[in-house]
């Protein structure tokens, strides 16, 4: 089950970031705290943290952006998600915090592309 379900839009996450957020600090007020990495959709879900309130819970925002290896621009995709993550922190008056790139891949490949190596 992830967080991001149609019906919750990352709420019920939301809240368990701040909780989390809030006994980092009381424990060690210099802890860097960060979301949990959001992966596809990431604007989507850049979105909704912000809308549910995150972003006074999060340190820098992490992000899991993963692009298709057969795209024909991956870069420029890349490039449009990030200024688009820009934009909604922009947005909610959090345009100085960083963005982290925690983890970079890409989806499973479909079956036809992959090759039995084994």
Request: charged share 20%; with cysteine; hydrophobic share 25%.
């Given at each position: 089950?992830?967080?991001?379900?149609?019906?919750?839009r990352l709420k019920h996450y939301s809240k368990l970031l701040e909780l989390s957020y809030q006994a980092a600090k009381s424990a060690n007020p210099n802890a860097f705290v960060l979301n949990g990495g959001l992966a596809q959709p990431v604007i989507e879900d850049t979105k909704n943290l912000y809308e549910n309130g995150a972003k006074n819970f999060m340190d820098a925002l992490s992000i899991h952006p993963f692009m298709d290896p057969l795209s024909p621009h991956p870069q420029k995709e890349f490039d449009e998600m990030i200024v688009a993550v820009k934009n909604i922190m922009s947005t909610y008056g959090d345009s100085e915090k960083k963005i982290w790139i925690t983890e970079m891949g890409?989806?499973?490949?479909?079956?036809?592309f992959r090759q039995d190596i084994g």
């Open positions: 089950v992830y967080w991001s379900g149609p019906k919750d890409c989806p499973g490949a479909e079956p036809w």
